[in-house]
């Protein structure tokens, strides 16, 4: 499983934007992310990251 830390950007409306996202091991992977989506919550962000990388994940936001 991968583990990423995410800084997320809430608007008032209960959804995010994610700042930045940085995996396991320190690196910066905010590039795996569109900059201009909107999530509605942290389970969607975790399910756009698994179909992209193509392993589970799980995000704590930061």
């Given at each position: 499983?991968?583990?990423?830390?995410?800084?997320?950007?809430?608007?008032?409306?209960?959804?995010?934007?994610?700042?930045?996202?940085?995996?396991?091991?320190?690196?910066?992977?905010?590039?795996?992310?569109?900059p201009g989506r909107r999530y509605a919550d942290p389970a969607e962000l975790e399910a756009a990251l698994a179909a992209e990388l193509g392993a589970a994940v799980a995000i704590e936001e930061a």
């Open positions: 499983m991968r583990r990423f830390t995410a800084e997320l950007d809430w608007d008032e409306t209960g959804g995010f934007t994610v700042l930045r996202l940085t995996d396991e091991n320190g690196n910066d992977a905010t590039w795996v992310v569109d």
